[in-house]
């Protein structure tokens, strides 16, 4: 399957027209390639992968960016330290032994 869904519970998450209408109208949208920018240049490679900008529960097609791999790693490497921080910092304004 296209895009490393295959046995990934995320898959179950998707609209039933994900493979078939949504993730084929956002390659093409994009032209195929990479939509990652970085000092002000967009990634020459690729995109393999569709990414949700902001709500992952929010399939419309304003919410949804081509990526490359790399790139899509990298976004969900950042998207996990920053639940990760937020929740230490979450635990941390509780815990009684911080004031």
């Not at 399957?1 to 027209?17: C, F, I, N």
Request: charged letters at 35%; a positive charge.
């Amino acid at each position: 399957m296209a895009g490393g869904w295959a046995g990934s519970q995320r898959k179950t998450e998707l609209p039933g027209d994900w493979e078939s209408r949504i993730r084929p109208a956002i390659i093409a949208r994009d032209s195929g390639r990479c939509r990652w920018i970085e000092g002000g240049k967009r990634c020459p490679a690729r995109g393999t992968d569709v990414d949700h900008v902001g709500d992952k529960h929010d399939h419309g097609l304003s919410n949804l960016r081509l990526l490359c791999g790399f790139h899509h790693k990298k976004r969900t490497a950042i998207q996990g330290n920053t639940a990760k921080r937020e929740r230490r910092d979450r635990n941390r304004e509780s815990h009684p032994g911080f004031d």
